[in-house]
T-cell receptor, first 115, second 108 residues
């Protein structure tokens, strides 16, 4: 099993361009998450989807949109990229959230640079 | 406010020395805490969780509600333990709140 797969692995954008980061999981997990990782700030939650058909804002949602396309896929879209969105983006998934102790499984990350 | 604090950005020890990575949390409910690790060029992965009371790769972590801490310990560090370590708290909505991370460097 691949687990959580993110595409692309690297991307460079110009300010104002749009882009969609793709994430897919093959573990039949209900919940999926998008984080950004910045130096000295750890991982911050952008958006999450507790189950298929639902999405909710996390700590830093401004400038982003998400789509839970189906149970497997959860995409993150930057409509008009800004240099402040330069970061490493991680997608994660977990089993049904009400089962205590369920860990999140992470993808390899997408390194995004915005010039 | 819910918060996870890892006060050390970098912890450098020699091989064989004891290691303690500090984690303090702020949470009004009953906390559920995790340690995640990211080795060089690998994805972030779960190391251990407090409800399991387990020891993984020689690491243990005890939840101390009085001190609101969940420090990660290992009695004898190995070079392969060098990595980035994140403490995380699961909130009432089952989201994870991460600390800023501590880079552990184990020198030969």
């Amino acid at each position: 099993n691949a687990g959580v797969t993110q595409t692309p692995k690297f991307q460079v954008l110009k300010t104002g361009q749009s882009m969609t980061l793709q994430c897919a999981q093959d573990m039949n997990h209900n919940s999926m998450y998008w984080y950004r990782q910045d130096p000295g700030m750890g991982l911050r939650l952008i958006y999450y989807s507790a189950s298929e058909g639902t999405t909710d804002k996390g700590e830093v949602p401004n400038g982003y949109n998400v789509s839970r396309l189906n149970k497997r896929e959860f995409s993150l879209r930057l409509e008009s990229a800004a240099p402040s969105q330069t970061s490493v983006y991680f997608c994660a998934s977990s089993a049904r959230p009400r089962q205590g102790g369920q860990p999140q499984h992470f993808g390899d990350g997408t390194r995004l640079s915005i010039l | 406010a819910q918060r996870v604090t890892q006060p050390e950005k970098l912890l450098s020890v020699f091989k064989g020395a004891p290691v303690e990575l500090k984690c303090n949390y702020s949470y009004s409910g009953s906390p559920e805490l995790f340690w995640y690790v990211q080795y060089s060029r690998q994805r972030l992965q779960l190391l251990l969780r407090h409800i399991s009371r387990e020891s993984i790769k020689g690491f243990t972590a005890d939840l101390n509600k009085g001190e609101t801490s969940f420090h990660l310990k290992k009695p004898f560090a190995q070079e392969e333990d060098s990595a980035m370590y994140y403490c995380a708290l699961r909130d009432s909505s089952y989201k994870l709140i991460f600390g800023s991370g501590t880079r552990l460097l184990v020198r030969p």
